[in-house]
């Protein structure tokens, strides 16, 4: 009699072993990431500080909510083929088309023109493009962002109003027809960049408030996407308060570019 009851005991605990293993593996496959993204910004960020702090801070609680993990660097100095090909996703928070080694952009350019790897999102700064800081231009930054140069920008900020104009487009999926932005520099390049790209949205430059004379002269695009690379990508200019992340619109256009250039 008393074997039989450690018999039973015995394979009650066999089975429980067995259940704990398949729930401990059923855990592991939901903790796994579902992808992989990398962000850089600049270390300090200057003026652009703030709204990094601020992309970051949503950023970790949209990476818990859904799944995915985010890593960050301050230079290029990480960034090779190996090391890209470990992110779904790449991230320019507000880093600038210069400071970058040759490996990084030849890695990056291989990322974009390939599309082997991921996805991209661009923010504000990414655009700043020119002779800056001792650094030369990067003529192939330039084709990826529309053949553009960066030439100037409302310094002391100004209101205005944006306008969808891909509304079928991923990245502003249930994101309304228009919406304000408070702050914003309003860059302005030597040519428009709509020959060469597809424009998701507009700026209404009509709408500044203050008005400003730095204007492009009527159609001001401001987010885009260049369909002639393979890798998703898409530019969005704004990026520069931190109370974008205030703004309903413009994080339902950042939160829908995640997945889309995560190709989620």
């Known amino acids: ?51 990094v702090a601020e992309a970051k801070k949503w950023l970790a609680q949209l990476a818990t909510e859904n799944n995915f993990t985010i890593d960050y660097i301050d230079n290029t100095e990480p960034i090779n083929d190996a090391f890209l090909a470990n992110y779904q996703l790449f991230i320019q928070l507000n880093y600038p088309p210069y400071m970058w080694t040759d490996t990084a952009k030849e890695a990056f350019r291989k990322y974009i023109t ?42 002391t900020f100004a209101k205005a109003t944006v306008h969808v104009e891909a509304k079928n487009h991923p990245c502003l999926r249930d994101v309304p027809a228009t919406f304000d932005v408070e702050k914003e520099e309003w860059y302005t390049y030597d040519k428009n960049p709509r020959p060469n790209v597809k424009v998701l949205a507009t700026v209404d430059e009509s709408t500044y408030s203050p008005d400003s004379a730095t204007k492009m002269g009527g159609d001001h695009p401001v987010i885009w996407s260049n369909e002639r690379m393979k890798a998703r990508n898409v530019y969005i200019f704004m990026g520069h308060h931190p109370d974008l992340f205030k703004n309903d619109s413009f994080v339902k256009v950042f939160r829908n570019a995640i997945f889309w250039g995560a190709g989620k």
């Open 114 to 155: 390939e599309g082997k790897g991921g996805g991209w999102i661009g923010f504000h700064h990414a655009s700043l493009l020119g002779e800056f800081d001792g650094y030369p231009m990067w003529p192939w930054f330039s084709e990826f962002m529309g053949g553009i140069r960066y030439k100037n920008y409302i310094a």
């Open 1 to 51: 009699m008393k074997q039989q009851v450690y018999r039973l005991i015995i394979s009650y605990f066999l089975v429980l072993i067995a259940l704990l293993g398949l729930n401990a593996s059923g855990l592991a496959q939901v903790k796994k990431a579902q992808f992989r993204v990398v962000a850089i910004a600049e270390k300090g960020g200057g003026v652009h500080a703030p709204f």
